[in-house]
């Protein structure tokens, strides 16, 4: 009997453990099994009796093998092989996924060409496609995707399963993964993302012990029956528990004299082959683990059937496994072994045979195989033609967007440029390619890939060796983008105008139009509109790609939004978006239709803006789950979101925004939101959480306006008016630099607003003014005045009314007139909460016009509005107003009520602030202490973490959503675990459900 045949022996409650996935993945709802063990436990033999009792149910298994050999690795590689097998026997699942989707998964299923994409945004579009046909292929029966030896699986695919196990959730497809649980040669990265999947709410873990020794036992009279019983109780204690142990030593021919190391043991068979077998074995183990039989022939120099004699020989002792086309190791120790006992001379001499068999096959000419070509010539000297098989192997990453690989790639190239013989000369003859050429595609792969510091360090090297202007230009903006990347904007912007002046009188239009393209993208970032659409035009002017003068375009079109040209700005990106969803690029569909969101918004209601982000969603859509990597589009989305009153979806969004966006500026964006939806809500801590823990990274992002007009906000309704004055006060000096008008008449609406408020809570009549304070608010309502009348936009028309209106209340001349036609102004727009404050300041008003039953109309509009909004800030407000002039509402007990604001600290003092007229004037509101209102006696921000718990999300994600590090996540979840009396996160996660954490 072949070694390992027969059933599984003492695997019975794992394999009940993976059956789970047959009735999970039945159901429709996706499951994560996780296989762990030490070499030789039995995983993947557990995995491959698994996968056939899932196709006898009547599912689909394939299953994908990660190299163990660094020359054999590629991007994507048990990808490639899990594609090979879905479409061998689904020919027509291309045709069950849009042409978007299977444009993105072409270049890794048949090498065709890459799409013209890059960057992140691309990277996540083949995850997503991947995600999107495996979805595909489940629709026809119940899919099981493998993934074997995951720890020593290359970056690509380790972000693939991170992405999939997280996002196919509606489709009958489950994951199986099989990795060592100690050694072996874990990455750093595999670690984190087997830890990852693990935290996920639908993952079974399933380690894989040692086995009994009655178990072991078992297993060796399976495979020698007639073993003696002392022989079988020696080998039952050298094999320890290991059932492939096992399986092997009751195979010796001689197990009185059993060896020491397990090396031995499995190469002692190789001394009673013929003589080929020791090469077979080694040039196997520096091919990679599982190869190609005519390749492995043809770098022995022998035909197939001499290969298949002296393989077969290798299958009997349970060495080889083989196929109609592949030789393989049996078990991953086996090829360890090999590896610790060749000698140097011996590999270095399997190594040319490999180059030389890999040239005659084509390989040179196949970019796939460049990075293992060049380790097979390094290895044996011939390092100027590794130069360019690196190259070849660095760019096929970046085609199929595995840009981890290609960084991985563009060092290995970089390192061998130095070490080719004659110098750099010779290796750029050999890669037919400049080293400045190679430093530009090396920076563009580590920023497309998130590693901003390699990448910039990568540019200053380059920049100190550019001596020809050309070549500096190409690296200014290089660097440039990785500096805006980094949103590091202003050094970004410096950079551009450097390469921009150094290529304006080049030949290259095309170059230089591209500088002038993302000059401008960058200037209309920062603000600048007006410059920005200058240079816009001049890239349009200038641009012989198609690509450069759209981006151009909806940089135009997007300044002229800024400008207040908002309808001739949605005219302009409607006009671009045919040619941009002809083209198929998934960067332009994003900035088109993102920008088209800011301009509908601009001219129209929020949902305007909703309709144009449903519209951009569903086109995302064609693309597979790309949605959350849509940061234009999803912050857009969530900013139209909050100004509708629908808080909790814009939670939601940009909870899930922020966790695509990763550490970019759109990230920070959504934060502010986030932290608007709490302070509009009165949850004064988190909000304050969200922004302290944000302001640090803000740079000098445009965001960080955003972040100061939640601060004032925030100071305003928590009666510090001095505080919300002060901060927009600053604010207004950078604003001025801008020319987005919009944020200019925010920030006076904000100030006034507060001049009001201070003024009215000095205590002074309204004939009794403070000189000082009046005239800060004169000059505010002056240039509101100005930069309104600059503007014909509803949104400005509703801006400039509240400017108006607070200017007024500030002198103690306001109307309830004028806010009810600011309230109509922001019903027209769409805007639940701003009109709710409007009638609120409408029936304060009238109540000092005395009109006391017009006035409790207005105030119970205002409250309703507000508690139907969770506005707990702005309810207050209202039942202040109504207290102080005795108004009863509602009769007592029949109002519906909102949870007090909580206090927030003050910056200037450690005694809490009254959330504003939530209590007569001078009474101090009342707050519950940290543990009062919250189940188990969590804090405020355990809440916060056990809430996002509940909904699967890990450290990083958790992190990423509230601002803090991964080390205080832990520290947050562990002290949860502890307060709850609970062992995991599971179990965490399902008590949660029992809780109201949304109120909590």
């Known amino acids: ?153 290359d970056p690509a695919t380790l972000d693939a399963l991170s992405f999939a196990a997280r996002l196919i959730d509606t489709h009958p497809v489950s994951l199986l993964v099989t990795a060592r649980s100690t050694g072996g040669g874990r990455s750093s990265q595999s670690r984190r993302v087997l830890t990852e999947l693990r935290r996920l709410p639908r993952t079974v873990d399933v380690p894989l012990g040692p086995l009994s020794d009655a178990g072991t036992r078992a297993i060796v009279e399976r495979e020698a029956p007639r073993i003696a019983d002392d022989l079988a109780a020696r080998v039952v204690d050298l094999a320890d528990g290991n059932p492939f142990y096992a399986q092997l030593l009751a195979h010796q021919p001689h197990p009185d004299r059993l060896p020491r190391e397990i090396g031995d043991l499995l190469l002692g068979a190789v001394g009673r082959q013929a003589s080929g077998a020791r090469d077979l074995l080694i040039q196997l183990r520096v091919l990679g683990d599982r190869s190609d039989a005519r390749l492995l022939a043809d770098a022995l120099g022998v035909d197939l059937d001499a290969l298949t004699s002296v393989a077969a020989a290798l299958v009997d002792e349970g060495l080889l496994v083989t196929d109609r086309s592949s030789v393989a190791f049996r078990h991953a120790l086996v090829g360890e072994a090999v590896d610790d006992d060749i000698l140097p001379s011996e590999r270095a001499l399997a190594h040319a045979r490999a180059a030389d068999a890999l040239l005659r096959s084509g390989a040179a000419e196949s970019p796939e195989r460049g990075v293992e070509l060049a380790e097979h010539l390094l290895a044996c000297g011939r390092t100027a033609e590794a130069v360019a098989a690196a190259l070849r192997g660095a760019r096929h990453a970046v085609d199929v967007l595995a840009f981890a690989d290609a960084c991985e790639n563009y060092d290995a190239v970089l390192r061998l440029w130095s070490l080719a013989g004659g110098g750099a000369g010779s290796a750029s003859a050999a890669a037919d390619v400049d080293l400045t050429t190679v430093f530009l595609e090396a920076i563009d792969a580590n920023r497309w890939a998130g590693r901003l510091d390699r990448a910039r360090a990568l540019a200053a090297e380059a920049r100190a060796r550019a001596l020809v202007p050309v070549e500096r230009a190409r690296l200014e903006h290089s660097h440039a983008r990785v500096m805006a990347a980094s949103g590091r904007l202003r050094d970004a912007l410096g950079m551009l105008r450097v390469a921009e002046s150094l290529t304006s009188g080049d030949t290259d239009r095309e170059r230089h139009s591209a500088i002038l393209a993302s000059l401008a993208q960058t200037e209309m970032t920062l603000g600048e509109a007006r410059a920005a659409a200058t240079t816009a035009d001049r890239a349009i002017a200038e641009a012989g790609d198609d690509v450069v003068a759209l981006h151009a375009g909806i940089t135009r079109a997007a300044c002229r939004a800024q400008l207040g040209e908002a309808a001739a700005a949605v005219d302009d990106l409607r006009a671009l978006l045919p040619e941009v969803r002809r083209r198929g690029d998934l960067e332009l569909v994003i900035r088109c239709y993102g920008n088209l969101a800011f301009a509908t918004g601009v001219a129209g209601r929020p949902s305007d803006v909703l309709r144009v982000s449903d519209e951009a969603i569903e086109v995302c859509r064609l693309y597979g789950p790309v949605t959350s990597a849509a940061s234009t589009i999803v912050s857009n989305y969530c900013t139209a979101l909050v100004a509708a009153g629908r808080w909790e979806e814009a939670r939601q969004v940009a909870t899930t925004g922020i966790e695509g966006a990763g550490g970019s500026p759109a990230a920070l964006f959504l934060a502010t939101q986030l932290a608007q939806v709490a302070a509009l809500r009165g ?67 904000i100030a006034l607003r507060a001049s009001a408020d201070a003024l009215q809570h000095s205590g002074r009549s309204a004939t009794v003014t403070d000189a000082r304070g009046s005239a800060a608010a004169r000059e505010l309502h002056d240039k509101a005045r100005r930069v309104a009348g600059s503007l014909r936009t509803p949104l400005a028309a509703a801006a400039s009314a509240a400017c108006d209106a607070e200017s007024d209340r500030a002198r103690g001349r306001d109307t309830s007139e004028a806010w009810h036609a600011l309230a109509a102004l922001e019903r027209d727009l769409g805007r639940p909460f701003d009109e709710a404050y409007a009638l609120a300041r409408a029936g304060a008003c009238e109540v000092h016009e005395l009109y006391t039953q017009r006035a409790r109309d207005t105030l119970l509009d205002a409250r309703r509005r507000a ?44 005694a809490p602030v009254a959330a504003p007229e939530a209590a007569p004037h001078g009474t101090a509101a009342q707050s519950a202490g940290p543990g009062d209102e919250h189940p188990g006696g969590l804090t405020r921000r355990e809440v916060q973490v056990l809430r996002l718990v509940a909904a699967g999300a890990t450290n990083r994600s958790i992190g990423q959503a509230l601002f803090i590090s991964d080390r205080t996540v832990a520290v947050h979840v562990g002290n949860i675990l502890a307060k709850l009396g609970v062992a995991n996160r599971t179990e965490a996660a399902h008590l949660a459900r029992g809780f109201d954490l949304e109120r909590a």
Do not use: N
């Open 683 to 749: 949850d004064w801590q988190s909000a304050s959480a969200i922004l302290d823990e944000a302001r640090p990274r803000i740079g000098d992002s445009p965001y960080a306006f955003e972040l100061a007009f939640v601060d004032a906000e925030i100071a305003a309704w928590t009666e510090r008016p001095a505080d919300a004055i002060r901060i927009i006060g600053e604010t207004l000096d950078d604003l001025d630099e801008q020319e987005d008008q919009l944020l200019v008449l925010d920030a006076c609406r």
């Open 867 to 910: 508690v139907d909004l969770g506005a707990a800030p702005l309810a207050a407000l209202v039942d202040a107003v109504a207290r102080r002039a005795s108004i009863l509402l509602m009769p007592e007990g029949s109002a519906p009520s909102l949870a007090a604001p909580a206090a927030v600290p003050s910056p200037t003092t450690s």
């Open 1 to 153: 009997m072949p070694p390992g045949a027969g059933t599984l022996i003492e695997r019975e409650a794992e394999m009940s453990q993976l059956l789970s996935l047959v009735r999970s993945g039945g159901s429709g709802d996706a499951t994560v099994a996780i296989v762990t063990g030490e070499p030789g436990a039995g995983k993947s033999r557990l995995a491959a009796e698994f996968a056939a009792e899932f196709e006898r149910r009547g599912g689909v298994a394939v299953t994908g093998w990660c190299a163990p050999v660094s020359s054999s690795r590629v991007a994507f590689g048990p990808i490639l092989g899990i594609l090979a097998q879905l479409l061998a026997r689904r020919p027509d699942l291309p045709d069950s996924v849009t042409d978007e989707v299977w444009s993105s998964l072409r270049p890794l299923a048949d090498g065709s060409a890459p799409t013209t994409d890059t960057g992140p945004l691309a990277t996540t579009r083949v995850l997503a496609a991947i995600v999107e046909l495996m979805s595909a292929a489940s629709e026809t029966a119940p899919l099981l995707v493998v993934v074997e030896d995951a720890h020593w699986a």
